[in-house]
């Protein structure tokens, strides 16, 4: 069973004790992320990782951490489908959208706020605080956590389908109290120093602070502490080398920083695997020219290469451009017979820090970070062979960002597009619906003066009821009287007495 490298880092440039590799992997069965301890005295730093994970996860309260298993040496995890916040604020920045990127932020910082939801407090720095950081810091009004995870920076915080907020790292814990604003500095800092060439035409690294109340004092303060005595503490002696370090170099103009990249050389390396990944160890490295034209790179590959992971191939160790014209393996023997991939690039793979770009019938790769990484998934060598890679490299990237801006643009031009369509079959169907309510209140208006001339009908016969009622009642009622006077008279002495000439009438009336 392969792995398939979809992302790999190593940290070789710190202290042997915190020396680390990071492989995001992927095989037929499962999807993992894997930390290794490149020395024998990082073991105990992976085992701190871990146990950091699960004390964040006891404590902290709005958001989900990921803690992992210790597995033969190393820290495995389940990879977190999601969209890191890196990508959410670089999405905002690229589209040029300043409101929907200091919203994020804000949503950002409601999160650090909500870990511990405590009080505020003036924040007197402990003794260990000082020996990691360096100086003793007094604030007043702080919202502190404590335990502090101060790598909650925007790459380390996964959002996921369901809405939910993963903490995917927990490398650098503290056991004392630290201010949330110095954590988000950082989150920040990092970020600015990443793509700060994309973020400062929108604001500057100093509006954004400020926004946060951490003014250009505290800032001085903070970066101090960063870049003199963290990075220290992490890197020894190389720590101005760090991934931080180049914020406080000596500031160019664009057209000067332009200008040097032009004529700059570019080191492309190839990485082989070991059975723990890649590293400086297994390496091929060639400094090349920077062409305008098609350049053509080549890496002899040897005899006892595994494919247990893919090759790993730097071209860039900037933001650039990368056209691939095509990509070769030739055998180094008599017999003539070559591996090429397709034109659509399906052998390749890369990570978090390129873009694929498809333009003209042709695919471009734009690198967005500092450690863009390409993978290339071969058989296993039985001979020596030659990688052969012919492509074009660009190092003016702001046509293609310019590219990606309109893209985007006009993908929202259709959205909207469709929403219009929508709106107008939705205006139609009312315009109908109207008519045909137009036709139901006409309806019945018509059954109302019908209601109203039926009622002034049954009114008209219920008048007459009540006559006819009246007259009945005065019938029955001289029917009655007459009935008593009848009644009354056959009582009568008279009509006693004359009862026999009556039945003689009779008799002489019947015989005529």
Not at 43 to 66: P, R, T
Not at 91 to 107: A, H, P, Q, R, Y
Not at 126 to 152: M, R, W, Y
Not at 208 to 219: H, P, R, S, T
Request: with cysteine; proline share 2%; glycine share 4%.
């Amino acid at each position: 069973m392969s792995n398939k490298v979809i992302y790999s880092k190593y940290n070789r440039e710190r202290k042997t004790q915190f020396q680390i590799a990071t492989i995001h992997y992927q095989n037929d069965y499962e999807t993992k992320v894997k930390k290794i301890p490149l020395t024998t005295e990082a073991f105990n730093h992976i085992k701190a990782i871990h146990e950091n994970s699960l004390l964040l996860k006891d404590v902290y309260q709005n958001i989900e951490v990921l803690t992992g298993e210790i597995i033969d040496g190393c820290l495995v995890y389940d990879f977190i489908q999601g969209t890191s916040w890196d990508q959410r604020l670089l999405t905002e920045v690229l589209s040029g959208n300043l409101v929907g990127f200091i919203k994020l932020l804000e949503s950002f910082n409601d999160i650090l706020t909500g870990l511990q939801p405590t009080g505020r407090e003036d924040f007197i720095s402990s003794d260990e605080f000082n020996t990691i950081f360096g100086q003793s810091l007094s604030l007043k009004d702080q919202q502190c956590v404590h335990p502090a995870n101060i790598d909650f920076i925007f790459d380390n915080v996964f959002f996921t389908e369901g809405g939910t907020n993963v903490l995917l790292d927990c490398e650098w814990v503290f056991p004392f109290k630290i201010p949330i604003k110095y954590i988000l500095f950082r989150s920040i800092y990092a970020f600015w120093v990443k793509y700060n060439v994309y973020i400062e035409p929108l604001i500057s690294f100093d509006d954004i602070l400020i926004k946060f109340e951490i003014d250009l004092e505290l800032k001085d303060i903070f970066l101090t502490m960063e870049e003199e005595h963290f990075q220290l503490y992490v890197n020894g002696d190389w720590y101005k080398a760090g991934f931080f370090g180049r914020y406080v170099k000596e500031v160019h103009s664009l057209n000067t920083v332009t200008g040097l990249l032009e004529q700059s050389m570019i080191n492309m390396k190839l990485f082989f695997p070991s059975d723990r990944g890649y590293s400086e160890d297994y390496v091929i490295s060639k400094l090349c020219t920077r062409s305008t034209g098609i350049m053509e790179v080549s890496f002899i590959l040897d005899a006892n290469y595994s494919n247990k992971f893919p090759l790993r191939i730097d071209l860039l160790e900037r933001p650039g451009v990368i056209c691939f014209e095509s990509i070769q393996i030739h055998e180094i023997s008599e017999t003539d017979s070559n591996y090429s991939l397709d034109y659509n690039m399906k052998d390749i793979t890369y990570n978090d820090n390129i873009i694929q770009l498809e333009e003209k019938g042709e695919a471009l790769f734009l690198s967005i970070g500092e450690d863009p990484q390409f993978f290339l998934n071969v058989n296993s060598i039985s001979t020596k062979q030659l990688l052969v890679l012919r492509m074009r490299i660009d190092l003016n990237i702001t046509p293609y960002v310019e590219l990606i801006l309109r893209r985007k643009t006009e993908d929202f031009q259709e959205e909207v597009g469709v929403h219009q369509q929508v709106l107008d079959k939705s205006k139609l169907e009312n315009a109908h619906y109207l008519r045909k309510m137009d036709a139901y209140l006409e309806r019945i208006n018509v059954i109302e003066s019908e209601k109203v001339a039926y009622e002034t009908e049954i009114s008209t016969y219920l008048e007459r009821i009540n006559v006819v009622e009246s007259e009945k009642a005065i019938y029955n009622k001289g029917m009655n009287t007459y009935r008593s006077e009848i009644k009354e008279m056959k009582e009568s002495l008279s009509w006693k007495v004359t009862a026999p000439i009556r039945y003689l009438g009779r008799i002489f009336k019947n015989r005529q």
